[in-house]
């Protein structure tokens, strides 16, 4: 199973754009702070993701402001000439402030 839940704020946006079919597309930079506990000692756990969303999420996330805080659910998946995965977005939901 490849199913990634990220609680992140949007760092960066991308002009929407669309892929050949038409579909609208947004590539995004997330970033994630949390503290986790790993072997018994809590842990600062700071992250930076590239994140695609497609369709009506993208024209939706296209709209929010950089530092705006979601809940976001997808997949992980290496682009065609890279190493990094990127997430790929599927839903998402604005976390509570």
């Known amino acids: 199973m ?11 946006a991308k002009p929407l754009r669309y892929t050949p079919a038409g579909l609208p597309a947004l590539d995004l930079i997330l970033e994630h702070e ?14 930076q993701i590239r994140a695609v969303a497609f369709g009506t999420d993208a024209e ?10 979601f809940r976001f659910t997808g997949f992980l ?10 997430l790929h977005i599927q839903s998402f939901q604005q976390e509570p402030s």
């Not at 490849?2 to 960066?12: D, F, G, P, Y």
């Not at 949390?34 to 992250?47: D, I, M, P, Y």
């Open 77 to 86: 998946a290496a682009p065609r000439h890279g190493k990094h995965p990127v």
């Open 60 to 69: 939706t996330l296209a709209r929010q402001a950089v530092g705006s805080e």
């Open 34 to 47: 949390s503290e986790a506990l790993e072997a018994g000692s809590t842990r600062q756990v700071k992250a």
């Open 2 to 12: 490849n199913q990634t839940i990220l609680s992140a704020r949007i760092a960066e």
